[in-house]
Nanobody, 117 residues
Framework: QVQLVESGGGLVQPGGSLRLSCAAFGFTFSTYAMSWYRQAPGKERVLVARIGPTSGGINYSDSVKGRFTISRDNAKNMVYLQMDNLKPEDTAVYSC?????WGTGYWGKGTLVTVSS
């Protein structure tokens, strides 16, 4: 059964850090590009960061560039998002996405990140 399970969200103060994790099950993880998206309250879901199947092709949205780092471990079927210098505008539900070479895609349910003092 295909599953993407996110973890690591929570409440953090501005300027703090969090590390999100996404565990993948049921598909050939090493052949999929992996992405993190986020959806803030009342807004559309947007791409935050993407990483290619072998850790190349990394790109970030302008709003997180220099603060967030995406990485993956194909041996563990995991993708991570290290988030530093968090701002209140980073508050959102963060979801993991897998995109296969033939366009097959999967989504996780998401994890909530709240940045507030």
């Amino acid at each position: 059964q295909v599953q993407l399970v996110e973890s690591g969200g929570g409440l953090v103060q501005p300027g703090g850090s969090l590390r999100l994790s996404c565990a993948a099950f049921g598909f050939t993880f090493s052949t999929y590009a992996m992405s993190w998206y986020r959806q803030a309250p009342g807004k559309e879901r947007v791409l935050v960061a993407r990483i290619g199947p072998t850790s190349g092709g990394i790109n970030y949205s302008d709003s997180v560039k220099g603060r967030f780092t995406i990485s993956r471990d194909n041996a563990k079927n995991m993708v991570y998002l290290q988030m530093d210098n968090l701002k209140p505008e980073d508050t959102a539900v963060y979801s993991c996405n897998a995109l296969g070479p033939w366009g097959t895609g999967y989504w996780g349910k998401g994890t909530l990140v709240t940045v507030s003092s």
